[in-house]
């Protein structure tokens, strides 16, 4: 059950191979975290999704998400990739860029050296995305806001430098005391301009296929996996 909504990780030729395959879901609102090894993005992730946070350091290869949220009234899927600090995949930064419709970009506040490891995931999201990129929601976190004033190396003025000569919007956050976490995913959905996403549902909406939902499976169909609409009914409980 812990693993609920989180696919296995996957290789980069065999994530190549899947999304290939795939036909585009436009029901699907793709959100990609980048940032460098260690500074927060698998807790912040975690944290929005299940409300966990965890001490211990385990690095990430690739995992998705999927959270449902409200899409133009309708129900429809938040996946959020987090990706590796490593930059052993370039193939995969690159994919990830190419599908995905909104970006966080995590450094931590002690880390200078994780801001500059931004700069050339923030020049690859310009060039794949052309100049589309205005449109683009995108996020800069400072993570780790919770630490001691003598381990920080990068002052919330910095950060929010940083975002303006980007053209992109900032927050600091923090995993572990929950700071501006789901903030953080609100505030990049509020910057989507092509379709209203929302991370509240329409319940009255969410009843009514729910229960379209039921009538069809007691009809014989045959029920979606964990991923799908079954899995919905305990994520949107966390809403
Ligand atoms: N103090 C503090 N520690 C944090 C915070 N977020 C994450 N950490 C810690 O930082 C370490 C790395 O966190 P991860 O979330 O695994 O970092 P990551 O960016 O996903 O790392 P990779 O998967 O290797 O790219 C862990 O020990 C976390 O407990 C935070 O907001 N504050
Ligand atoms: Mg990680």
Redesign the pocket.
Known sequence: MADKGKEAPKNAEQKNQVTRAMPEQSNDYRVVVF??????????VLRFIRGT????????IEDTYRQVISCNKNICTLQIT?????HQFPAMQRLSITKGHAFIL?YSVCSKQSLEELRPIWQNIKDLKGPDVVNIPVMLAG?????SAELREVTEAEGQAQATAWGISFME?????NHNVTELFQELLNMEKSRIVSLQLDVKKQKKQKKEKKSKESNGAIPENGDGAAGAKEKCQLM
């Not at 940032?35 to 912040?44: E, P």
């Not at 946070?53 to 990430?60: A, N, S």
């Open positions: 940032g460098a090894g260690g500074v927060g993005k698998s807790s912040l946070f965890r001490e211990t350091y385990i690095p990430t987090d990706t590796t600090g490593s995590v993570n780790k806001s919770d630490e956050t923090s995993a572990k005391t």
